[in-house]
């Protein structure tokens, strides 16, 4: 049986059924030992904060660390990820994949929170803007570029986020921050609205990039509307909506819709190691790699498949230090 049907035979339990089905029930028990531990690709509806989505997983799964992996504003939809028990432990490995969305700018039209849910600063008498103009901005936006942040964001000022200052009528220098945009292309052309796919590094405000493109071009620029179409390997093709994995909790049969935490770190080699080195890995004493490793942190597993955690390598030893180690399931 796949994965999906599964799901969907658990979900559906006996009501599918003109009785009891006993593999079923059987299979349903023995998963209720299974650790809660794992990600959740999840689309994000629009009108919720990323921490209201996390607050509802905490809720349906009854498990207390859960975390997010990328804040989503409220206008946007799309690629969520949920990590829930020892995933959380590598939030910032899934943060620190690239990203990639697709954007609906509106041309004209500038606001204090650069996007539709803020109050409108700005209307330009006319938008006379064609695409190759457009084409020609946007050529300066992609590489490596400086990008100052929103007002309305969640970084600090000395201990205060900064969307409480722009609240409060304050606006204070926001130093520009160093990211880096792989693909900007526009795939839509229905001006006043233009819509574009972003590829990018973390940390890169889309809200930003449509106000200082408006601002190239003269004429002012909101984000209209915004999908995140992928983060890292997870993608929105495979993402779940936020009520069937609440259902999943409700039902048991979320295990069928959760990722294994190790499926964030497949960037990395991986290295299969005997039972002694498996001791010393979880004491957290330093190790020799088996195999060559060509990246900066090694997956460790088992000889009988089973993930026991990240190893940094120690340059000055030259050795593998455990970084993060997992317990045994």
Not at 244 to 259: A, G, P, Q, R
């Amino acid at each position: 049986m796949s994965r999906a049907c599964t799901a969907c035979a658990l979900k559906s339990g006996a009501s599918s059924f003109d009785a009891p089905n006993p593999a079923i029930a059987a299979l349903a028990a023995r998963t209720k030992q299974l650790p809660m531990s794992g990600i959740l690709n999840i689309d994000k509806p629009a009108g919720m904060t990323s921490h209201d989505v996390v607050a509802a997983i905490r809720r349906a799964s009854k498990e207390q660390r859960v975390g997010h992996a990328g804040t989503l504003d409220p206008l946007a939809t799309g690629v969520l990820l949920v990590c829930i028990g020892s995933a959380t432990r590598i939030i910032e490995h899934l943060q620190d994949h690239p990203k990639k969305y697709r954007a609906d700018i509106h041309l004209g039209v500038t606001t204090d929170t650069y996007d539709a849910e803020g109050q409108v600063t700005y209307r330009a008498p006319s938008v006379d803007i064609d695409r190759a103009q457009v084409e020609e901005a946007l050529a300066g936006f992609r590489g490596t570029i400086q990008q100052v942040p929103p007002m309305y964001s969640a970084l600090k000022r000395e201990g205060r986020p900064l969307y409480e200052l722009a609240r409060a009528g304050l606006e204070v220098e926001r130093e520009p921050r160093t990211v880096e945009i792989f693909r900007l292309e526009i795939t839509d052309w229905k001006p006043p609205i233009i819509q574009m796919e972003v590829e990018c590094s973390k940390g890169t405000y889309i809200r930003s990039l449509a106000h200082d493109l408006g601002k190239k071009l003269g004429v002012g620029a909101h984000l209209r509307g915004l999908v995140r179409l992928a983060s890292g390997r997870f993608t929105l093709d495979g993402a779940e909506s936020l009520a069937t994995v609440e259902d999943s909790f409700k039902n048991n049969y979320w295990m069928y819709l959760i990722h294994a935490l190790d499926e964030a770190l497949l960037e990395y080699d991986a290295i299969i190691v005997d039972g002694d080195t498996e001791e010393r890995i979880r004491q957290g004493r330093q190790v020799e790699s088996p195999g060559p490793v060509q990246t900066r942190y090694a997956r460790a597993y088992s000889l009988q498949g089973d993930f026991i955690g990240l190893l940094k390598h120690d340059r000055w030893t030259g050795l593998w230090q455990p970084d993060k180690v997992f317990p045994k399931r």
